[in-house]
């Protein structure tokens, strides 16, 4: 809380997630939201701040995080979500991404 009045806000979005959701339904469309969820929280450092904005996307506040610091979490959340081996109704694995902005 102490340096919450600076740092880098990361908005991130599920690439392609309507098609899972049109696929498979979306109760695995959750499963997916939830692996990258989890993702997401292996690629921030300790103390930032997590929330879900709505349907596949996502916010990260890095809290006290330079540019080339988000920049860095931003392409370790990228990488995290890559290395998901989803396998919905065990078919295929489907491979999720994700787009990263930040701010």
């Known amino acids: 809380r102490r340096k919450s ?3 880098a806000l990361l908005i991130i979005d ?3 997630f309507k098609r899972i959701n049109d696929s498979y339904g979306h109760l695995t469309g959750d499963e997916a939201l939830l692996l990258i969820a989890g993702a997401i929280e292996r690629g921030v450092r300790s103390g930032d ?3 879900r904005i709505g349907g596949e996307e996502f916010a990260a506040f890095l809290v006290g995080a330079s540019e ?3 920049k ?3 392409e370790r959340i990228r ?4 290395l998901i081996r989803f ?14 902005g930040g701010i």
Not at 79 to 82: A, L
């Open 49 to 51: 701040v997590l929330g």
């Open 5 to 7: 009045d600076r740092g």
């Open 72 to 74: 860095h979490v931003a």
């Open 79 to 82: 990488r995290e979500v890559e």
């Open 68 to 70: 080339h610091e988000a």
């Open 87 to 100: 396998r919905p109704g065990d078919e295929r694995t489907v491979t999720l991404t994700v787009s990263i």
């Open 14 to 16: 599920a690439d392609h």
